[in-house]
């Protein structure tokens, strides 16, 4: 299964990745992850996408794409793969197909731009393994403190009310245009983001027939 999550920043797609990946045994690959891995490793790269990062912008399409190449060459992805946040422009998604990757199935997942503000907002990371909790919808067993390592948690820079809504204006404006794309291929799934992490994991199941 080659897999695309679709949705504005905070609909859950990182939270459903982790899901479907376990299900399925095929490899997450979220260039959020690798970026933010990137910054906190000072790598030229990392330097390079922290301005645009801090301030909800999207990072250059040149550097996405030289991301996903490295990463879908890669051994674990060779039977299949979950994109997390990726392509988020029409260029990325074309930049795919000139690679011959072809894609199974896009799922969009939509949820309301003032959910995505709370969920934003109550969002917290874990500083060592990055995984992430919620502080009403999915709480750490200790306040801080990560469940799977122990770390602390954070909140993440670009998850500041005001680049909250910034990105939510970048995503309206780059990437919801992938909808329209994906669906004239007869890729696309929309699954409606619901209040409980786990609805919204069975309905995609589903949608998905797996
Ligand atoms: P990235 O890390 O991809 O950020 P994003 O798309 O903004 O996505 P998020 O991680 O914020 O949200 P998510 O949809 O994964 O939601 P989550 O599951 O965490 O990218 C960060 C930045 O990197 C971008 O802004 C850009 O600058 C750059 N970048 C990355 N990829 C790029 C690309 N391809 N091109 C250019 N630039 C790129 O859920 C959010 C919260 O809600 C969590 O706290 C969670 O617990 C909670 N939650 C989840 N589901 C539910 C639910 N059903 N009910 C209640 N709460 C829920």
Redesign the pocket.
């Known amino acids: 299964m080659r897999l695309i999550l679709l949705?504005?920043?905070?609909?859950?797609?990182?939270?459903?990745?982790e899901v479907i990946c376990e299900r399925l045994s095929i490899p997450a690959v979220?260039?959020?992850?690798i970026?933010?891995e990137a910054m906190k490793n000072e790598t030229e790269m990392g330097r390079k996408?922290k301005a645009?990062?801090d301030s909800?912008?999207?990072?250059p399409?040149d550097v996405?794409i030289r991301i996903i190449k490295e990463r879908l060459a890669q051994d674990d992805c060779q039977n299949g793969f979950i994109l997390?946040?990726?392509?988020?422009?029409v260029a990325?998604a074309e930049a795919l197909e000139q690679m011959d990757i072809d894609i199974d199935k896009v799922v969009d997942?939509e949820v309301p731009d003032d959910t995505i503000v709370k969920?934003?907002s109550?969002?917290?990371v874990c500083a060592s393994c990055g995984a992430?909790?919620?502080t009403i919808?999915?709480p750490s067993a200790q306040p801080d403190t990560c469940d799977r390592c122990g770390g602390r948690l954070i909140v993440?820079k670009?998850?500041e009310p005001s680049t909250i809504l910034e990105?939510l204006r970048?995503y309206h404006e780059q990437t919801e245009p992938l909808v329209d794309f994906y669906r004239q291929r007869g890729k696309l799934v929309v699954v409606e983001?619901?209040?409980?992490?786990a609805?919204?994991t069975r309905l995609l199941f589903e949608k998905l027939g797996v």
């Open positions: 949705g504005a920043p905070g609909a859950g797609k990182g939270t459903q990745a979220s260039t959020g992850n970026l933010r996408a645009f990062i909800g912008a999207l990072v399409d996405i997390d946040g990726v392509p988020r422009t990325q997942i969920r934003l109550g969002r917290r992430s909790y919620h919808y999915k993440r670009d998850d990105r970048v983001g619901q209040e409980q992490v609805d919204t």
